[in-house]
């Protein structure tokens, strides 16, 4: 029997696929620092990695429910510009991953299968005006005001997540926000993304398994098809069940690495929606919050919780805008002709550790 939850007449993610356990947080209770929900949201950011995060119970989580809204629809409309329109964006022949990536650019798995969707990335840096701005179709321009309510009260969820995880691993106050700043040099970004239904006798991975690049995810979408693949050596796939009122929260890389391993980047990716979904076209709304531009991707000092690393280990010598750029443009196909796959992924072998 299919669930009754929907949005805005969707169709029903269905009740007879396995689903992921995530834990449901309330946001009003992580902001009163209700102690079992920091219990709570502790274990879902060591042992997965990715938990759902409820606004409903919030001021601050209406508003961002609100804007979410406001740019779902922009997202539609955005996405029904022609093609020749859309690909003046592209800036990825410029070492840039902001603006437009049409269908088919990225390399998704080993055989060389390309990924099945379009996105659009907005810089935040431009709509608060720390860096030049850039072109822009002219939706965007108009839509300035929206996106940056969005950028502002999404990042105020990632400084509370950073925050929270501060205290979690007793580092000195405000250690991981100051490395986070709204006003400071990031790739933080926006992500329009658009996934048409897949042909019914070739539905396949439409984004490869990864980890995300940055430190801290913040999604919104409405149909099912993120999976995740959780610790465990007989671990399958799982999808991730879409809640109204609520936004998918996931760890990146960086925490990752500041962490050595102690906190939890999951492995994810997104296939074709369940049941019924499959044939709706599948529109998904993501802040992406990065370390701050010169900030280099190496454990951190300061807790007696992260552990050491061992003797033999020398970690690589790289800061958070290289790798940001070597992560998102590694595999695209026009870009390079012989592609490394394994020097653009994350940490996911890390990610593939058995959490005891």
């Known amino acids: ?189 926006v992500r329009f993304i658009k996934a048409p239904p897949q042909p019914m006798d070739d539905r396949r991975t439409a984004l490869g398994e990864h980890t995300d690049f940055g430190s801290v995810t913040v999604l919104f979408n409405r149909l099912g098809g993120l999976q995740i693949l959780p610790p465990g050596e007989d671990a399958e796939w799982c999808y991730v069940r879409p809640l109204p009122g609520h936004a998918i929260i996931n760890l990146g890389d960086a925490m990752v690495k500041f962490t050595n391993g102690l906190l939890r980047s999951n492995i994810h990716r997104v296939v074709s929606p369940p049941g019924q979904q499959a044939d709706t076209t599948r529109y998904s709304l993501v802040y992406f919050a990065r370390p701050e531009d010169h900030v280099p991707l190496k454990r951190l000092n300061g807790s007696d919780r992260i552990p050491p690393l061992p003797s033999d280990v020398v970690e690589e010598d790289i800061n958070s805008k290289d790798w940001i750029i070597r992560r998102a443009l590694g595999r695209r196909v026009e870009l390079y002709s012989n592609i490394d796959f394994d020097k653009a992924a994350g940490t996911e072998q890390m990610s593939r550790r058995i959490k005891v």
């Not at 009740?15 to 102690?35: F, Q």
């Open 1 to 189: 029997m299919a669930s009754t939850e929907n949005f805005d007449g969707l169709p029903p993610f269905p009740d007879n696929v396995p689903t992921a356990p995530l834990l449901r947080l309330s946001l009003e209770n992580l902001l009163r620092h209700d102690n079992e929900e920091i219990q709570r949201f502790g274990k879902a950011c060591e042992e997965i990695g990715f938990f759902y995060l409820d606004f409903r119970d919030s001021q601050s989580g209406e508003s961002i429910l609100e804007d979410a809204d406001k740019l779902f629809k922009i997202g539609e409309q955005l996405f029904e510009l022609d093609l020749e329109e859309k690909v003046k964006y592209d800036f990825s022949k410029e070492n840039s991953y902001f603006g437009y990536k049409g269908k088919g650019a990225a390399v998704v798995d080993r055989q060389g299968n390309v990924d099945r969707n379009e996105f659009y990335n907005v810089s935040k840096d431009d709509i608060m005006g720390i860096s030049k701005s850039l072109p822009a179709p002219q939706l965007l321009q108009k839509s300035r005001a929206p996106i940056k309510s969005f950028m502002k009260n999404a990042h105020s969820v990632v400084t509370l997540v950073l925050d929270l995880l501060n205290e979690h691993l007793g580092l000195p106050p405000s250690t991981l926000s100051n490395l986070h700043r709204l006003n400071g040099v990031s790739g933080d970004q």
